[in-house]
């Protein structure tokens, strides 16, 4: 099968309960059913980012694949970059079933999964059994149990755990289904997170760059603060944005009510204008990748011009199938080269400075 044949399928699968066509789509891609992206990436999308030389900026982001079961046949699909997880100490079920939403009318998702997945010591292990090189970078997401955690001692536990195999490690601490998580944005407890987490990275004998995911829901004033917090403490950059809380006027699908994170169109243009002002206070110290709401190559180059080093897919992806990923590298590089960009890092910040 091949990506366009596997994306044609998808109305069929849309007829399905979302969080079984889910687990469905993993196991095919699992399986090998799903094909690979055979052609070659433009040279104008190479670039480098984090210290790490990604073949394209368009990546795969958490919450896909939580438990990193088809890591390769994700990146064989094209992706420049992999993010699996969330992935806490323990295993957890997260929240009763169901708790994932298609919006169809928004292009949307509304999800409040609460970071179920298998635990780490069998994430750890499959990353482990990954054979390389791999086609694509590979990031890992980490998280806290609902109930137990210990914020300051997990993170730096989970970081230690991966970082023999990611070649960068996201903190979570903005999903809206875990009670609390997102306080842990605030200045004071996000600050002995990370200088907790810089101990652990000091003391690794591999020392992948650290990111940490933010909420679009944040105050304009707690920007400036988490920020020069994140540059204190040595983070490498900031993925920009999680799922929303707000619920715009303009859904119209029947489970626009549900509670839980949205994504998909909606976040699109909220997530873009933080991931603008995020790019200002940082000043060249933060490397962003822009997460929330990409559809198309415009939307993507859209994110990159608002100070995106790298961008990631989900709601999009869940919605077009495997053949989004080279359409939008395709539309992309259109984009770059018709405004006379010779590489992606160019165009990065374009319309914010």
Do not use: W
């Amino acid at each position: 099968m091949t990506p366009s044949l596997a994306s044609a399928l998808m109305p069929l699968m849309r007829g399905m309960d979302p969080e079984r066509a889910h687990n469905l789509s993993l196991k095919m891609l699992r399986l090998g059913l799903v094909g690979r992206d055979r052609t070659a990436d433009d040279p104008v999308l190479a670039t480098s980012a984090l210290g790490l030389a990604f073949r394209n900026p368009i990546g795969l982001s958490a919450g896909f694949d939580k438990n990193a079961v088809a890591v390769r046949p994700l990146m064989r699909l094209g992706f420049g970059f992999v993010e699996p997880g969330t992935t806490t100490p323990r295993p957890q079920d997260g929240n009763p079933q169901p708790r994932l939403f298609r919006l169809p009318e928004d292009a949307a998702v509304i999800n409040r999964m609460g970071m179920n997945n298998e635990g780490m010591a069998s994430f750890v292990v499959r990353l482990a059994a990954l054979k390389r090189p791999l086609p694509a970078v590979l990031g890992a997401n980490i998280g806290i149990n609902k109930e137990g955690a210990e914020p300051e001692h997990d993170y730096p536990s989970l970081y230690a755990a991966v970082a023999p195999q990611a070649d960068y490690v996201a903190i979570n601490v903005s999903s809206p289904n875990t009670p609390g998580l997102r306080d842990l944005q605030g200045e004071a407890k996000l600050a002995a997170i990370l200088e907790a987490v810089a101990a652990a990275r000091a003391a690794a004998p591999r020392q992948p760059p650290v990111l940490v995911k933010i909420a679009p829901d944040l105050a304009d004033e707690a920007l400036p603060g988490l920020v020069e917090n994140c540059v204190a403490q040595g983070v490498a950059g900031l993925i920009v944005s999680n799922t929303t809380v707000a619920r715009p006027d303009s859904l119209r699908s029947a489970h626009r009510g549900e509670m839980g994170g949205l994504s998909g169109q909606p976040l699109f243009a909220p997530s873009t204008e933080l991931l603008r002002r995020v790019f200002r206070l940082a000043q060249g110290r933060l490397t962003l990748i822009g997460c929330g709401g990409i559809a198309s190559g415009e939307q993507a180059y859209a994110k990159i011009r608002a100070g995106a080093s790298l961008v990631q897919l989900y709601a999009g992806f869940a919605y077009a199938g495997p053949a989004l990923v080279p359409r939008l590298k395709q539309e992309l590089a259109t984009l770059l080269k018709r405004d006379g960009f010779r590489h992606v890092h160019e165009a990065v910040g374009a319309d914010a400075r």
